[in-house]
């Protein structure tokens, strides 16, 4: 097992995964998906001879959403977007635990790195995509129910891999994610969190849901519902290792501009209970 992990840890983080079809449909993940439950609406069709940069949001604490629906089929992702074969990339200890990791990368998830992004995007194979969670760690601390902060504003790396690649933006918005725990808050809180998140590289919410057999108590998350929606793609042109960063910011803007309108569009139906407009930061 020890010359197993050491050989595989090589290269499996880096290419996204091994992606077993069999372990993602496996009849666990249904029960998984009909907790919350978990829903997938799809706005345009995607072109299967092009390769994407699917672009989750929000975070959450966890990602119970991207994990559902690029992680598994349970949401039936294959069958709304077929000849798609995308792999979602989180965070590189995910893939580093023993025995869990196997577990982890049979369901198509690797090392988020630009490594990754390069091999998948790169590759020339038609249809090969990869997911990534954009808000990441920092994000995770503004997981609040009623409410969608989003780290973004700054976040342009994902928009210049795209435009090295030629690979499509497409934003995925989903609502309910922050609704699955509450969220102890606080500045003095929130200053130990990001001088935490700064060193360990990963961040530490202090998060409550509900119990087992009681809804007042504990960390199993509500059961609320996730409803997430896939926006139309923004195409980008393939410009190789010297992307300027006038282009990039162009992009940048035209995707923040693409995936208000998905908020805006979908607010009010899926959204109703909102304390606050999604805000970027």
């Not at 998906?33 to 069709?45: C, E, G, N, Q, S």
């Not at 992680?71 to 798609?84: L, V, W, Y």
Request: with cysteine; aromatic share 12%; proline share 6%.
């Amino acid at each position: 097992y020890k010359r197993q992990v050491s050989t595989q840890s090589t290269w499996g983080p880096y290419r996204g995964g091994w992606k077993w079809d069999r372990w993602r449909r496996i009849w666990w993940w249904g029960y998984f998906r009909d907790y919350f439950p978990i829903k997938l609406i799809k706005t345009v069709d995607l072109d299967p001879k092009r390769n994407y940069l699917f672009a989750y949001h929000p975070h959450g604490v966890i990602s119970v959403g991207a994990l559902c629906h690029f992680g598994s089929e349970a949401t039936g992702f294959a069958k709304e977007f077929p000849g798609i074969d995308c792999r979602l990339l989180g965070l590189k200890l995910i893939t580093q635990i023993p025995f869990s990791r196997e577990i982890v990368m049979l369901s198509g998830i690797g090392n988020v790195d630009r490594k990754t992004c390069d091999y998948l995007l790169g590759s020339g194979i038609p249809g090969k995509s990869c997911a990534i969670v954009i808000g990441g760690a920092q994000e995770a601390l503004d997981a609040v129910p009623r409410q969608m902060t989003l780290t973004l504003a700054n976040r342009k790396g994902f928009v210049k891999v795209a435009l090295v690649h030629g690979a499509s933006l497409v934003p995925v918005l989903s609502f309910g994610e922050n609704d699955l725990w509450d969220q102890l808050q606080s500045p003095t809180l929130r200053a130990a969190q990001d001088r935490m998140q700064r060193k360990l590289g990963f961040s530490t919410p202090l998060i409550f849901g509900r119990g087992i057999f009681q809804y007042s108590y504990g960390l199993m998350p509500h059961r609320q519902p996730i409803v997430t929606v896939f926006g139309a793609p923004i195409h980008c042109p393939k410009l190789g290792a010297a992307v300027p960063p006038k282009v990039v910011d162009e992009y940048h803007h035209r995707y923040v501009q693409a995936l208000d309108e998905l908020y805006q569009k979908h607010k009010n139906s899926l959204m109703s209970r909102r304390t606050q407009s999604m805000t970027l930061k």
